[in-house]
């Protein structure tokens, strides 16, 4: 069974910074991608920023130039740093994970982490 577990998230105030990470166990045979994704009341899920194995990486227009993801694939983990805040960054935002399994594709959401920013 396959688990993410985050960490970070928090509250700040606009301008300030803040890390998300997440770390992946379990049986996977292979990562394809993984990203975060954030929600906030009366809005579909979007996804803020991904990176696939070969390190391609696409992020949400309005986070350009302030987030950047990163990914360390010896540990399964994900990170995103996040400058510049603003209080539209507001969110729960969760962690994703596209793997491999058995020659079938998978993803799986982490538990999600509250990130509030102050105007």
């Known amino acids: 069974q396959v688990q993410l577990v985050q960490s970070g998230g928090g509250l700040v105030q606009a301008g300030g910074s803040l890390r998300l990470s997440c770390v992946a166990s379990?049986?996977?045979?292979?990562?394809?991608?993984m990203g975060w994704y954030r929600q906030t009341p009366g809005k579909q899920r979007e996804l803020v920023a991904q990176?696939?194995?070969?390190?391609?990486?696409n992020y949400l227009d309005s986070v350009k130039g302030r987030f950047t993801i990163s990914r360390d694939n010896a540990k399964d983990a994900v990170y995103l740093q996040m400058n510049s805040l603003r209080p539209e960054d507001t969110g729960v935002y969760y962690c994703?994970?596209?793997?491999?399994?058995?020659?079938?594709?998978?993803?799986?959401w982490g538990q999600g982490t509250q990130v509030t920013v102050s105007s």
């Open positions: 994703n994970v596209v793997y491999f399994n058995n020659a079938r594709e998978y993803d799986h």
């Open positions: 379990g049986t996977i045979f292979r990562i394809n991608a």
């Open positions: 990176i696939t194995r070969g390190s391609n990486i």
